[in-house]
């Protein structure tokens, strides 16, 4: 029998590995709301065997009613910053890490391309926001936003927000006492 390609992996699966055993270890839960990257976290995150033990949900929230209706994105937000931006990621995150009711949000929007870039934000410009639920009571609770610039085409754009992004709930993870 062949053994499997490696190539047909979604982009960031050992990173996603990583995680899990994080996640697992500190018996925390994760969802995601994804735009650009249509999912692709998810699928990296559920490639893992076992990930039902912390992987919750993935949304992708590809419009702009979807961000308002799936995850509470608000719309003077939408209307003044548009969907790639801080104040949008940063909603995207918190509003999937509440609904979901998990540990940790993770909130991706961007321009992957080969459209859709301006002066102020090119294709490449992404935004990946991590939320984190402190225990109630505490005041813990938090959310990052990074904004990061990557070049190449759609594809290679999409997979280097991925593996970004799974990186960065990771860091973010350590970080906890």
């Given amino acids: 029998m062949n053994e499997p390609d490696d190539s047909t992996k979604p982009p960031g699966t050992d990173l996603a590995a990583e995680l ?14 994804e735009s650009c990257t249509g999912g692709l976290m998810g699928a990296a995150l559920t490639a893992v065997p076992g990930s039902s033990d912390y992987f919750d949900r993935s949304l992708v929230t590809y419009a702009y ?5 799936l995850l509470g994105v608000n ?10 931006s801080e104040p949008v990621a940063r909603q995207m995150a918190s509003g999937v890490r509440d609904t979901a009711d998990v ?18 934000t090119p294709v490449g410009t992404v935004y990946i926001a991590v939320a984190y639920a402190g225990p ?11 904004r990061y610039e990557f070049e190449g085409d759609r594809s290679t754009v999409r997979a280097a927000t991925v593996r970004q992004a799974l990186d960065d709930v990771l860091t973010e993870l350590r970080n906890q006492p």
């Fill in 65 to 69: 009613d979807a961000k308002r209706q």
């Fill in 20 to 33: 899990g055993d994080e996640l697992r270890d500190r018996d925390a839960t994760i969802a995601t709301a």
């Fill in 103 to 120: 540990t940790w949000g993770v909130g991706i929007t961007g321009v992957a391309g080969p459209g859709g870039g301006t002066e102020e």
């Fill in 75 to 84: 719309r003077e937000d939408l209307d003044d910053y548009g969907a790639v």
């Fill in 136 to 146: 109630w009571d505490t005041n813990e609770s938090y959310t990052t936003v990074s």
